[in-house]
């Protein structure tokens, strides 16, 4: 167990409606980062947190995605509007400031999520 | 071309056998390198970050040639709880602070007795 918590563990949920997940990452971890992860992929960059600021959005993250971290701890991802092709494992890393490229991100346990 | 390409397997191997894992990577302004692990419906973990001089942990022994853009996992005395899903990945530091993780597709390792 990592530290990283991420709730939902699961959802399941009808085309057009509207999800949030929460991620809890390690306490002292200052970076929070979420990924995305479809069947026979590797995860895929979404969005990166430093603090309370989202300092990185990929092209993957439509608007109809929109990720905060009020506080600087947890963090929320809302999907609006689902389609099918959000179904996916989305997972959520936290890490540690420290030397510019060897830092260690941990993963939590990921929210799986199927749109019908 | 994605950016970092791995054979996605799988690897069906005996107990004890040594295999070996090759990526390779497009981006050459990428600064660090690592292999995680991924068990089945499971979230990735680090097994081990990658040097160019080569870094070795037990029986796990990785590679980085950087000018041909490849890294390579080699394990040695294969057990069956090395059965996984092994995914290559290369870190870019953004600008501002942090990293962004790019992971091949991964290649899925069965060990049999």
């Known amino acids: 167990d990592t530290g990283v918590s991420q709730d939902p563990r699961h959802k399941i949920t009808k085309r057009g409606q509207n999800v949030t997940f929460r991620c809890d990452p390690i306490?002292?971890?200052?970076?929070l980062y979420w990924y995305r992860q479809t069947l026979g992929q590797g995860p895929e960059f979404l969005t990166y947190?430093?603090?309370?600021?989202?300092?990185?959005k990929s092209r993957l993250l439509s608007d109809r995605f929109s990720a905060e971290r009020p506080k600087g701890s947890f963090s929320t991802l809302e999907i609006q509007r689902t389609e099918q092709g959000d179904s996916a494992m989305y997972l959520c890393a936290s890490s540690e400031q420290g030397s510019r490229h060897m830092e260690t991100q941990y993963f939590g346990p990921g929210t799986r999520l199927l749109v019908l | 071309r994605k950016e970092v390409e791995q054979d996605p397997g799988p690897f069906n191997v005996p107990e004890g056998a040594t295999v070996a894992f090759n990526c390779t990577y497009s981006n050459s302004a990428s600064q660090s390198f690592f292999w995680y692990r991924q068990d089945c419906r499971k979230e990735p973990k680090l097994l081990m970050s990658v040097y160019s001089s080569g870094n070795e942990d037990g029986r796990f022994t990785a590679q980085l040639n950087r000018a041909s853009q490849y890294i390579s996992l080699l394990i040695r005395d294969s057990k069956l709880s090395d059965s996984a899903t092994y995914l290559c990945v290369v870190n870019r530091p953004f600008t501002g602070g942090g990293n962004k993780l790019t992971f091949g597709t991964g290649t899925q390792l069965k060990v049999e007795l």
């Open positions: 306490s002292e971890h200052n970076r």
């Open positions: 947190f430093q603090n309370e600021a989202q300092l990185e």
